[in-house]
């Protein structure tokens, strides 16, 4: 599951090694960034909210017990901070975000445009899933990992996020098609 | 499934390499099958497309972990460990943990005790009043030596440090150990750490203590050293000449029970000749049944006494000797020497008389003094005389009983006679009990009580000669129901108390008691009990009193009564006469369903009792069968009582959950508040 090594890093992190904590920022901060931004859909926030994740992590390390938990501990973390701006941002984002999309009506922000609402319209773990496999690529058994989610159930989740989100942007799908 | 149904799930898998070859084929082979699926292949294609491509936009650039790290670097200052931070780092040790949470508990169980009061405080006061009571014990064990130690009782530790000193001291004193090391290995183990550490520090002074002790061990082993020779000395051979020059007075007393007196006494006297001894005196006496009984003191030579007394033995049996040796040694030497002196006073005061004073006072005076000295003297021969002879002679006190000595001489037969009489008038019976008075019969008693309830009975006292007993006793019975009649007969030995075989036997006036009473108080002859059941109590308890006036019987008293389950009882009490009472008992049948009969019969002994007459009480209950099921017991009752205890026990438990609360809500409160104090200045700072 865990290389030794890796498994170290996280050991010495949940013991206060700093070093060992900045090494783990450096390699982990991007899956982090994907859930946010996921959850989010903005890379504003979510850069802010990764770095609220990561000294929220540091401060609370203690808790953690077992090395192998490490990484879905922080992106749980990370999880629940997107949520918290996300619920706060709330009332301001419905005149926000038209406005700077309609800044730039090109065609491909139609598209753009469309693909975002159908993202914000799916359940917010799909969007973390698919973010996180977009973004970084990561194989199924890692996200569910990260995700707190069970075995094998993440095909069904990205099978149905894309046929949903194939659905609604079937319109402008076809017009793009050749 | 087949993949049909899954095909965005598919799809989905194949466009991110996650299918394992076998799916992999599988979807190719259906998707060369199914048209729609190939639609939904190029569609999803297409969307994963344009989502890599957006999400690619989207993508943070290079710079973005810098950022991190240095916005990170920002928040968290690289100050090393602060004193909350060493508490967060031990906070994690399992440890720790563990020891908060038990001394939390502990804290709570002490809190515990102390609201309600009930552990520790009668734990500690047991536990000292022990202690106390060993050191006491401790200290008187060691009489008192360490009773007067100011020391004592202070405080419990020192209490028991004490103890546990006395408790070494003892074991210095009984064992005799002397080095100061062996002293600390004496406290007992369980006296602890700290005990023993006092120990330690006592023991430098213990030596001291134990030099001051030992001085007068070590003199009572020299005393008891220099003991075993006195005994060896009486057991010299010197022993037999003082035994000589002692004067002893021996004595011995026996007791015999011989055929004949006088032979006894003739066989006396030729053994003590024989023995060189004579017989001081003789007497004897002659029983009321012609036995004689007597004592012979004899006085034999010391020497001889032994050989004496084993002659003695075999005149009869032989019921008691007692021997015994006065050694009058002391005072008889005392008393000579007393003489000699009283001697040498004599022949002064002599020898003043020859010189012949003028003075008529001081010869009347010596002459006084002289004659008190004499009688002295005289008195003081006269002792030792007196113990001469009882030395030279030893005294045997033989007490001589012939057989059968106690023998009756003759046998009054004393005749009491107890007559109870029943009758409806006793003052009847009393008046003509007292005309049986006759120069042969004659009342030693009578009396007529009346109470105050109106009753009336009697008691007659009379003293019958013995030919005219029988008439009168039987006229006596005539005269009412007899209820009992006893006839104590009691052979009264005269001067003697054994059996004899040819006493005379005479006899004595016969005492005749009687008492007369009423016949309501007559105990019934016979006593039945039983029950009747029925639907109609109160009138079938009136027809069985018709019932019972019909069969001669008189109701004694009746009740009745209704119980909460509605059950009604009659309880009636009958007396009838014995003759009726079959009768009755039949009719009794078409009263109701008859239960429960038992019969109860006092079979008087002694007396001859008018059966017919006597009566027989019936109790007789009379109960209707009310509620099957009474209130108290059934379902519902059990039911209810079982909600009640249910509903008790939640109470206690919900009591019980109360006080674990009461102990724990401030505890609680107090480590969450400071929980979150600290978090609050944990966030502050960073």
Redesign the interface.
Known sequence: MMDANEREVYRAAI??D?EAF?MI??TQ??PL?AIA?GILQN?EEA?DA??DT??KA??SH?RVRDPEKFPAWLCMIARHRARDVFRKRRPVSISEIPETVESEPTDTTI??RQ?HSALASLPEIHRAA??L???EEI??ATIENRLGLSNGSL??I??????T??KQ??PA?AS??P | MTIHD?I??????DL?N?LSEDEQNALHSHLVECADCRK?HQ??K???K???E??TN???DSA??Q???A??RN??S?RPGTIA?FI??L??LRATQIAAVAAVLLALVQVGRLITGEGPRSLRNREYDVREEFAQRSASISHGRNASDPKAKKTEQEGGANFADTYRKDDITRLGVRTPTDLILKVPASAGAGRSQYATKNAATAPAQEKGESTPENDDEKMVAAAPPEPQTEASPAAAAVLGNRKLIRNATVELEIVSFDQAVQKITAFASEEKGYIATTSSEKQENGKLKGEIVVKVLPENLDRFLQKIRGLGELKNQTLGTDDITKSYFDTEARLKNARMMESRLIDMLKKKSDDINDLLQVEKELGRVREQIEQMQGELKFWDSQVQFATVTISLAEKDLEAAAKYLLKERAQLALYTPEVEKVYNDLKGLASPKVQITNAQLDRDNTGRVSAKVSMLIAPEESEGVIAKAKAMGRVENFQVQTERVAQGGEEMSENATTKRDKVELNITISRDEQEQAFQETSLRIRTSSVDEKAKKLRDLAEKQNGRVRNSSFSRDPDGREYANVSLRVPMKNYNALMQSLDSLGKVENVSVQRQDRSGGQIDEANAPADLSIQVYSQGNIVSSDTGLIATLRRTIAQSAGAIMWSLRMIGVAIAFLAPWIAAIVGGIWILRRI?NRR?
């Open positions: 013991h206060g700093r900045e920022i450096r901060s991007r960034f931004y890379r850069e990764v770095q990561l000294v540091w401060k203690w598209i753009d693909l698919i973010s496999r977009y973004f194989d199924y095909r069904g990205l099978g149905r996020a894309l046929a989100m194939r942007l079937k799908l793009e098609q | 899954e965005d799930n598919y799809l989905a898998a991110h996650e939904i569609e999803t297409i969307m994963n344009v989502l890599e957006k999400f989207e993508k943070p973005f972990e950022r991190l790290l916005g990170f928040r968290i690289n931070k967060v780092d906070m994690r944990r960073s």
